[in-house]
C-alpha cells in the first residue's frame, strides 16, 4: 500500500504515520520513536510534534493554531528485531538523502509484508533452548535441566497455538504459567533432584516482563511519564497472571500427586556456562526474530553481560550494582555494534537486558504475595524495582558517555 497523496507535504505526512505505526508495532520504545519521527519531520521540512502510549500514537502537523491532527489507535507490538534492523536501515538511508518518499513506501510495504516470523518448530526450539539454559543460570541441577527443556517443549507449542488465534492470545500468560507450573510440581514429585519453582521460573523465562520492565523504567526516566506509566502498569498486570497461573498450577498438581521431596540447591560446574550462553543467545535470537547475520551480535552480547555482571557483583558488592555495570558494559557494547558496523544498538541491547530478568525478581516477588508471604513478597517487589533503575541508569550513562548515534 502506497500514498495516493498528490501534495508532496500530504505524502510526507502519511509515510510518516506508516513508519510511526511500523515503529510501534515492532517493539521501538516511545522515546526512541517520537525521536526518530522528529527527525525524519525535520528532514521532510514539516513541523511535527508526537506523542506515543503503549496504545495509541499521536500526530500534529503544522505551526500552532493550524496544526493538522492525527490520531492513530494501535495495539503494543512485540519486539522483532529482523524489522527493526530493517528500518533503521531505512532511516539511515533517508537521513543521507540516498531514497526518495516514494523508495522508502515502496520498501516500508516489502519490511511490512515481509514473512520474518518464527515457524512454530523455531519456536519451540527458542524455547526449549532458553529454558534449558535458564534452569542453569538459576542454580538448578541436571535434572532441572532436563526437564525444564521437557516443558519448555510444551509450552513452546502452547505459545505457537495460542499466538494463531486473536482471541486466545490475551489468555498465552495465564495458561503457560499454569501449564509450566503444573508439568514441574507433577514431575518434581516422581523425580528427585528437580526443584519445582526452579524449573517453573526457567520454563517462562520468555515470558516474563523483564524487558517491558526495563523499557518502561526507561521511558520514565526519560520524562515519557504517559507511556512509561501505562507499560509499568502493563508489566504488573503480566506478572501477577503469570503468578497466579503457577499458583493454579502448582495447587492442582500438589492435590493430584502429593508433594514430592525437598532437595538442596547445588551449582553446577563453571564451565557449562559456555554451553548455557550459547543456547540462551541461540534462542532469543529466534524468538525476537532476529537476522541471521546478527546472531553473532546477539551471542557476544549474552557473554559481555553475563560476564560483566558477574564481575560487577564481585567488584562492586551486590546485585544491585552489578546489574548497573553489566547494563553499562551492555549499552556501550550496543553503541559500539551500532557505530563500527551500522547495526541498530537494540539488535545487540534487547537479548542482553533478557539476561539481567529483573523480571524473574519480580515473579518471585508475585509468588510470595500468592503464598500469603506479604513481608517477603514487598521486599522483593522492591529489589526488582531496584533493579530495573540500576539497568536504566547504566544504559543511560552509557548512551551519555558513547551514544550509538543511529535511529534505533
Known sequence: MTSTATNPK????????????????????????EEALGRMSSQFD??????????????????????????????????????????????????????TIAGAEQRLHR????????SVMLLVLSQLLVSAAGAFFFRGSVEDICVSAGTGVLVGFLLAMLGRVHATRRLIDLLSACLAAFLATAVGTQMPGVHPYIVTLATLLILLP????????????????????????????????????????????????????TTELASLSWYLTVPALLCSSLGLAIYF?????????ILASAAVTYGAVQFGARALGGVELG??????????FGSVVARAFRRPAAVATVPGLVLLVPGSVGFQSVASLVEHDTVSGIQTAFSMLVV?????????????????????
Do not use: C
Not at 289 to 297: F, G, V
Open 10 to 33: 500530504e505524502a510526507a505526512i502519511v509515510f510518516v504515520i506508516r513508519l510511526a505505526k511500523a515503529l510501534h508495532t515492532y517493539g521501538a520504545p516511545a522515546h526512541r520513536l
Open 46 to 99: 514539516l513541523e511535527g510534534q508526537f506523542f506515543s502510549t503503549p496504545t495509541s500514537i499521536f500526530a500534529a502537523f503544522g505551526p500552532t493554531g493550524k496544526q493538522q491532527m492525527v490520531l492513530e489507535r494501535v495495539e503494543p507490538g512485540e519486539v522483532h528485531l529482523g524489522k527493526l534492523a530493517a528500518l533503521d536501515d531505512l532511516l539511515d538511508d533517508l537521513a543521507r538523502g540516498e531514497v
Open 111 to 118: 519490511i511490512e509484508g515481509s514473512n520474518a516470523g518464527a
Open 210 to 261: 523483564g524487558l517491558s520492565l526495563t523499557t518502561a523504567t526507561s521511558e520514565l526516566a526519560s520524562k515519557h511519564y504517559v507511556a512509561g506509566g501505562s507499560r509499568f502498569a502493563g508489566t504488573v498486570v503480566v506478572l501477577v497472571t503469570l503468578g497466579f497461573g503457577a499458583a493454579l498450577g502448582s495447587q492442582l498438581a500438589t492435590r493430584w500427586f502429593g508433594t514430592g521431596p
Open 289 to 297: 526474530r532476529a537476522e541471521r547475520r546478527d546472531y553473532i551480535w
Open 323 to 332: 546489574a548497573l555495570f553489566g547494563a553499562f558494559v551492555l549499552g556501550v
Open 388 to 408: 530495573a533503575v540500576a539497568i536504566v541508569t547504566g544504559l543511560l550513562v552509557a548512551s551519555a558517555v558513547f551514544p550509538s548515534r543511529r535511529a534505533l
